[in-house]
């Protein structure tokens, strides 16, 4: 297929699931344009989706003293207002064509652009180190429950591979992103009510309802304050990124409102049901394994789906977190093909726009 083109799939020729996208910070030509702002939906979900994001939960009533009410405003606010940010960068993707920390040389200039990337980067890889750390601590954690190995040599072997399949995916690139998105975001949403059905028991309703109230500044604020540096603030520098293929025709609103719902309703769920254990048990909230705690009450037959939703929730982020990663480091002046620049080749190349392997 030529590139320009569009196929079957939706993408096109540079953009096509299961082969190696082309483009790297390249404005994507009006005739490699794809994709409906609904597909956003699915990356945002699918990347929020962990049961990580119980821990907001957690340390809204452990750490900030609010109650139910309370915990519940400042989680969605934190929540929903981070994420239109999100949203609202997502439109100069679609208008610029390029990625987020590409199109922000505009108003920094292409040197002064580079300490924000730097940051960026840093960020990124940061984050993706986390959650391939955690998956592979909750691989090992779950293991062990199953009577399945054990010690330091299991968690290095979780570990590595967990890591190549991120690099895996985020290898291919933009469109195979979004069609695995798409598939896993019903397999994880549906795991995830079955998780919460099962920990439902473990909810002891008198003291949820009996949570002093915190204070308003320091509790509700402050609160609000850290799901929001924790969720949307942290991936602002990516949002162009995955809005950059879709036709300068695509809706504003679509684009905004597909955004902010995919990301925030599964936070905003996690969130509350994080509150709802926390006033149970105030020790989960710093747990050194916060997923393999979480998987103690779980009975024996649905550790393997918990292992799936647990781990594939949080390598869902580090995909996201990987190929944003690699696009900062092509922003940078790094001269490599986008998907060497993921996978931490050596092959150099003389522009931003990757060669066809």
Known sequence: METGTVGRDGGSGADRAWSIETNGINPIPDAERHGRPLELFWIWFAANISVLGMFYGLALVTFYGLSLPQALVAGTLGTVVSFLLVGFISLAGRRGGAPTLTLSRAPFGVFGNALPTVVSYLSLVGWETILVALSSLATQAILARL???????????????????????????????????????????????????????????????????????????????????????????????????????????????????????????????????????????????????????????????????????????????????????????????????????????????????
């Open 147 to 357: 009577g399945v190995g054990g010690g330091k040599g299991q968690l290095a072997i979780a570990f590595v591979v967990v890591a190549v399949a991120t690099i895996a995916v985020g290898l291919l690139g933009h469109a195979t992103i979004v069609k695995l998105m798409t598939w896993l975001i019903w397999v994880f949403a549906a795991l995830t009510v079955v998780f919460f059905v099962l920990q439902f028991g473990e909810v002891d309703w008198r003291k949820v309802t009996s949570l002093p109230s915190g204070e308003l500044l320091a509790g509700v604020v402050g609160g609000a304050s850290v799901v929001a540096a924790g969720l949307g603030i942290g991936w602002i520098n990516a949002a162009a990124d995955y809005s950059r293929y879709l036709p300068q025709r695509a809706s504003s609103a679509g684009i905004v409102g597909w955004t902010v719902l995919g990301a925030s309703l599964g936070p905003v769920l996690l969130i509350a049901f994080g509150v709802l254990l926390a006033a149970n048990n105030d020790q989960l909230a710093g747990s050194a394994n916060l997923l393999g705690a979480l998987a103690e009450p779980l009975p024996t037959w649905f550790l393997v789906p918990y292992l799936l939703v647990a781990v594939g929730g949080l390598l869902a982020g580090a995909v996201i977190d990987m190929y944003s990663s690699g696009l900062n480091l092509l922003t940078l002046g790094v001269r490599l093909p986008r998907y060497q620049s993921v996978s931490c080749s050596s092959r150099p190349t003389s522009s931003g726009r990757s060669r066809a392997s």
